[in-house]
């Protein structure tokens, strides 16, 4: 995700016509109305609206998957033992240890509801770099510091990263090999106490720099532009649409589609 901040903007004919700000508010309305939907109905219309989004994104099926793949491996060690943890009727046993089927099914809408919100955040943020983020945060009553600290940590989180990687290569040039002993552990404490002060010093370095351009704890923007009717409709149509689905999860409460 840093790198798709990092990325230049996607222009073209599929990019989803709605302001950033609204995208923002669009991606909150998916992912609240998916976490509090209990039905699978209602999660399989999100996945097929998160399928439609992806499409109009211009996001290409290698950097969807990896992105999922890479949550996915996250996600399945915390849903690994709710089978095991809830209560009902033992489908199978690991180390006297009967996994059930509330359970399973619990673990597997868990890790289905995390993959609709990750691709919807994809899909609605693909072509958003980090100024235009806090920009849109801003407008929507986020705390400026809160915006600005987003956007340097997006622009500087790589650089932090090239400072350990040549840190890490002056130690293997000077012999060092990582082992189980004292002297290793404390050589990765000099590593990350030399790579934090380095980072106070560049950090002072910047600051410095936008002062003298006459930063003022704000990005100066010439850039106005109003929202038209056609994008409020754009916006109220998918907006409506999420309610419309999220509706659904309290019909198959009255007419309970049976799980099988």
């Not at 599929?14 to 995208?23: C, D, E, H, Y």
């Not at 211009?58 to 890479?70: F, I």
């Amino acid at each position: 995700m840093i790198d798709a901040l990092l990325a230049p903007k996607i222009t073209g004919e599929k990019s989803i016509p709605l302001p950033v700000k609204f995208r923002l508010l669009l991606i909150v309305s998916i992912a609240l109305a998916t976490v509090l939907s209990t039905s699978w109905l209602t999660l399989w219309l999100f996945v097929s609206l998160d399928i439609y989004l992806w499409f109009r994104s211009g996001l290409t099926v290698r950097q969807t998957v990896k992105r999922l793949l890479a949550m996915d491996c996250l996600i399945l060690f915390t849903v690994a033992l709710i089978p095991f943890s809830v209560s009902g009727e033992p489908v199978f046993s690991l180390l006297s240890f009967s996994a059930t089927k509330p359970g399973i099914l619990m673990a597997m809408m868990i890790l289905l509801k995390a993959n609709i919100v990750l691709l919807a955040v994809m899909s609605l943020s693909a072509g958003i770099d980090a100024l235009t983020l806090g920009k849109a945060l801003v407008e929507l009553g986020v705390s400026r510091r809160f915006a600005l600290l987003m956007q340097f940590t997006v622009r500087y989180i790589e650089v932090l990263f090239l400072e350990f990687h040549r840190l890490r290569q002056a130690m293997k040039a000077r012999g060092f090999k990582a082992k189980n002993t004292m002297h290793t552990w404390r050589s990765y404490g000099f590593l990350f106490g030399m790579l934090l002060v380095r980072s106070f010093d560049r950090a002072d370095r910047i600051s410095q720099a936008m002062k003298c351009r006459g930063f003022r704890g704000h990005f100066l923007s010439h850039e106005k532009r109003l929202v038209s009717a056609r994008e409020y409709a754009h916006f109220a149509a998918y907006l409506s649409l999420v309610c419309l689905i999220f509706c659904t999860s309290f019909g198959t409460f009255m007419f309970p589609v049976p799980i099988t």
